[in-house]
């Protein structure tokens, strides 16, 4: 990878500095950072970026577009754009692994055994088997007595912490089905782990089991009810399950339960806690007495709340220091959403599926233009439909039985993009503990808007795009519950887009290559806001998982500094 990064986060000042050089490389490009692909076309979006940069990009293959948001370079290009690619990663957060056993002394990472990685894919297994042993170790560092797993989903992490390091583990989550899966399964785990012990006759039987409590956590106020809560031997007894939308009963707490009890402590762990959840942690941590260290990985920067115009909300996710607020660069959904693009994905992806998801944008944004000249009204009014375009997704790959084999790819998924918009189509979707998939069959990718027609598009020589553009625009006016007009003339539409279609890999990789800046930007807001607390607070960043396989990898580890008794 080229561009070496040469800016310092050790101190508040220094990552100011680097916040700074961000925001000052950003507002030349806020034409690429605003936009939509989906409006390629539509906005002639290719006219905004230095020409001599399409001309060159145009005709570059495929392979060395990809590389471009891994800040790789090409000895024909023009020394601006050169500059381009090389200033903007030497901004980018390195992302290789660090070396844990030095930023973490003590640290004592253990495989997680056969039981316990049940139902795990490779990359959850991977993130928890890294996760839990730096959470562990960080508990045993400030003694706490209890880890909260905030944003739980099935409780991996909970389990591994409970069953493995033998701490005493609070497992929340705002999903009850969740809540009911974690349970059962730590008492299949049990019951494995009892069995052990009857045949070697060591031990008195006892395990740590998770305790799991759901709840939609909405507020600072309310993780710190939970966490107090949860110090509490009478309320643990009986924290069960609360309804998912039964937040009165928690927030009639009294709120200093908190700080009921000085002699417990805790820390708050969250494993891809989504958009402001990640927030509401570090948040909570400087609140709560009893937290006495955080760790936190955070993912979904797309549902990040963002103080300004349209949010009047005074606990916003972004930003959160004093210092990114005083420089005054809100950044808006399709800023968010860029971030959380990954450079390494893109450099995965073969020759093949880097054309098929440029088609697939130059298709969704040619229906764009089926939506404004045709249905005006329906860029105004018609409703968010991605989550629809997902479970449509999952069950049409649940019907293949799949005779191909070939390569995973990054799942370009449909999510939405701007309020009132049909949904977005991109390389890769923001990626989640939930959300993130991968996809084997490419009908179902081109189908994923609509259940009307299947059709398939996989190279430039091998199709003939109009045909599949007008199925294509079919399938989503389908989707979207209309009926194609008789006027509609899709070769007239296809005409009118097709000499500029070979330049929506050149700017959209362009564009992807702003994501990791993106992220960095978010991410050192979190960084200075936890740095602005000066030197109460011992905080530090780091890349702990292989990109390649989670791409969101980097945790903000911080910890109290407490007086010395």
């Known amino acids: 990878m080229s561009g070496t990064c040469k800016y310092s986060c050790d101190t508040a000042t220094h990552t100011l500095q680097w916040i700074n050089a961000i925001i000052d490389f950003l507002r030349p490009y806020a034409f690429l950072i605003h936009s939509h692909v989906v409006n390629f076309f539509k906005d002639r979006q290719w006219e905004a970026v230095d020409k001599e940069w399409m001309d060159c990009l145009r005709k570059d293959p495929v392979e060395n577009l990809l590389l471009i948001p891994s800040g790789v370079v090409q000895d024909h290009w023009p020394v601006s754009l050169k500059d381009f690619v090389l200033n903007l990663r030497s901004l980018v957060f390195p992302r290789e692994p660090a070396d844990l056993h030095m930023s973490l002394p003590g640290m004592h990472m253990v495989s997680v055994n056969s039981v316990l990685a049940q139902g795990m894919n490779m990359k959850k297994k991977h993130e928890v088997e890294v996760l839990s042993a730096i959470v562990s170790s960080i508990a045993d560092s400030v003694r706490a007595h209890t880890i909260v797993d ?148 955070g993912c979904c920067y797309n549902l990040l709340s963002e103080e300004g115009a349209d949010n009047i909300e005074t606990h916003c996710g972004f930003p959160m220091s004093s210092g990114v607020k005083s420089a005054v660069f809100p950044l808006g959904k399709s800023s968010r959403d860029l971030a959380c693009q990954s450079a390494e994905r893109w450099r995965s992806l073969e020759k093949d599926d880097g054309l098929h998801n440029f088609e697939l944008h130059s298709f969704r944004a040619a229906f764009q233009l089926v939506l404004s000249k045709y249905y005006p009204e329906v860029m105004e009014t018609s409703p968010s439909i991605g989550r629809q375009g997902k479970a449509l997704r999952r069950r049409q790959q649940r019907k293949v039985e799949a005779p191909l084999h070939h390569k ?15 949904p977005n189509i991109d390389p890769n979707e923001p990626e989640t503990d939930e959300t993130s998939r991968l996809a084997t069959d490419k009908d179902a990718l081109l189908n994923g808007i609509s259940s009307c027609e299947s059709t398939r598009c ?68 979190r960084l200075l806001f936890l740095q602005e607390q000066g030197h109460s607070v011992e905080v530090m960043m780091l890349p702990i998982f292989d990109p390649e396989v989670s791409p969101r990898n980097v945790a903000i580890i911080a910890r109290k500094n407490l007086p010395q008794i």
């Open 408 to 422: 995973e790819v990054a799942c370009p998924h449909f999510h939405p993009n701007q309020k009132g918009s049909f």
């Open 458 to 525: 996989v190279g430039p020589k091998s199709v003939d795009k109009y045909k599949h553009f007008e199925k294509f625009t079919r399938s989503g006016l389908c989707r979207l519950g209309l009926k194609p007009l008789e006027r509609i003339n899709f070769h007239e539409i296809w005409k009118e887009a097709e000499p500029f279609t070979e330049l929506i890999g050149p700017y959209w990789s362009l564009r992807a290559a702003l994501g990791p800046l993106l992220e960095t930007f978010l991410l050192l807001d």
């Open 150 to 297: 905030v944003g739980a989903g099935q409780g991996y992490l909970a389990q591994v912490l409970s069953f493995q390091y033998q701490h005493s583990v609070i497992a929340i989550d705002a999903c009850s089905h969740h809540g009911r899966v974690t349970d059962a399964r730590a008492e299949r785990i049990k019951k494995h782990y009892a069995a052990q012990m009857r045949k070697s006759k060591s031990g008195n039987g006892r395990f740590n089991v998770p305790k799991t409590v759901t709840c939609r956590v909405i507020s600072i106020d309310m993780l710190k009810t939970l966490t107090g809560m949860s110090l509490h031997k009478g309320d643990a007894e009986h924290l069960g399950f609360f309804e998912e939308d039964n937040t009165k009963l928690i927030e009639e707490k009294p709120k200093s339960q908190c700080v009921a009890n000085s002699g417990t402590s805790l820390v708050l762990a969250g494993l891809h806690a989504c958009g402001d959840l990640s927030v509401t942690m570090l948040k909570a941590f400087l609140e709560c007495k009893e937290a006495k260290a955080v760790v936190s990985i």
